[in-house]
């Protein structure tokens, strides 16, 4: 028989494993609960991840790249020639559309009318781009000018249709160029100004009136920032921000405080600091350094908000607080800063006072020449407004403006 000193003995180391076994299974169960838990910020837990061959890869999930931007060909011109239009894509490319008969959209002689907006073939690393009624001529990036279309200035006598590309050999080391049908300036990159063409009015600057065939040094004009023409005259913005003009003055477009026509360039009056400079038709504006715009010569309508027939620069409140200034033929319009289009007197209608063109925002380019101005707004998207008869392009109302049109690219 066991004594009862035996048995309690027993009893109590009984009670001891009971124990031991309870708190391993309780610290194991404490274990597999830390396993199994939510990761925390500060300690993220992963599971175990193999590929297809085995081999332990990460759960995580890498971050998404970027998404790559596609790749666009930005407009960075559009010019209006009156018959047709021509945009310059980043690229260095240009496409253009509209009247064809006389070549000025570069495509072949079976093609009258061309539709938006087609690339001209034969040309490239172009960086300025020039239109008129019935021509298209472009500098490219190593300066040399190329030309299609009519326009006796650069043909060498020729009258024929040129419907490809075509270099003009008698220029080179061109950064800037201006036009009109029959006389034309270059900005070579020495900052000095060579002009030819009929020189009816003395716009050559040489002191003449012959015709110069050939690109001829404007005497005595250095320091050249830009070169604009007119219907009778040409000026120059020189880097030190005077204005300087010469040829035709019966509207006082030289603006020196006559009438009187000059074969050689002279100062504008009242023009100091200019930073930008437009001309068209027989009148002119400049944008000085604080912001403001002053024009000069016949504006060819009544608004009594530019010039009209001012002999010397006089500030245009119309025009305050625009970036940019396009003139055409019946009409000034600018660029405000946040993206619309103001217009000074319209395309055939009663507006005489500054107005927002309708439908039209986020606008970064803009061109006018005759009745029609082009724009082109921040998504690429190129629109034309006024008279649409020569660019022949489909369309009608457009964002409440019945002679606004989206021109379709392709």
Known sequence: MKSPERTASRAEKHRRCVWIVALCAAAALANCKRGTASPSASSPQSPIVRDAAGAQVSATPSAAPAPVPPIRDEVVQVRNGGTHVCILLASGTVRCWGRNMEGQCGQPTTMETVPPATTVAGISEVRELITLPMMTIVVRRDGSVWFWGIGLLIQDGGESPIHVPRPFAALTNVTRLAAIQ????ARIGDGTVQCWGSNRDGQVGNGSTRPVPVPTAVPGLTD???VRLGE???????????????GGNEEGQLGDGTTVSHRVPRPV???VGATALVSEGLRNCAQVADGSWKCWGSSGWDTGQISDRRTTAIVSPGLASLSTVSLGMYHICGLVPN???RCLASFGGPERQPYVVPGLANVRLLDSREALMCAVTNDGSVYCRGDHSNIMVPGGAENGSPDLVRIPMR
């Open 339 to 341: 993206g619309d289009v």
């Open 269 to 271: 009056h009242g023009v």
């Open 224 to 226: 050249v920032a830009e």
């Open 232 to 246: 009778e005259h040409a000026c120059a913005r020189l880097t030190s921000g005077i204005v300087q003009c010469w």
């Open 182 to 185: 029959s006389n034309a300036c």
